[in-house]
């Protein structure tokens, strides 16, 4: 049976759905632990935290897609950790836009 992914909206065969590690929008920073060096760690891929971004194309379910503070990279989920605000320092994050109540 085939089913739709909510992000994107990708068809896929159901058995391949699983709840993502990660979602778009999610702040990650690299876990020290499971880290993959690569190439691109020279231009600060895995440095500070990254925003779990919309893909230009579907990728596998244990992969997703970073824009860390020195460009975007498609990263293993199992090479990231939740950014928490113990872990990192998120001052350097943009605040989230504040709700506008109507004062009627």
Do not use: Y
Request: some cysteine; proline content about 11%.
């Amino acid at each position: 049976m085939w089913n739709e992914v909510r992000a994107g909206g990708i068809a896929m065969p159901e058995e391949t759905l699983m709840d993502p590690e990660f979602r778009v929008g999610d702040h990650v920073c690299k876990n020290p632990a499971t880290w993959q060096p690569n190439d691109f760690d020279s231009w600060g891929r895995g440095q500070g935290i990254g925003v779990v971004v919309e893909p230009p194309f579907p990728l596998d379910a244990t992969e997703v897609d970073v824009r860390w503070p020195g460009g975007r990279c498609f990263e293993s989920t199992s090479g990231l950790m939740a950014a928490k605000p113990t872990t990192h320092s998120l001052a350097t994050l943009p605040e989230a836009p504040l709700s506008r109540e109507s004062s009627t």
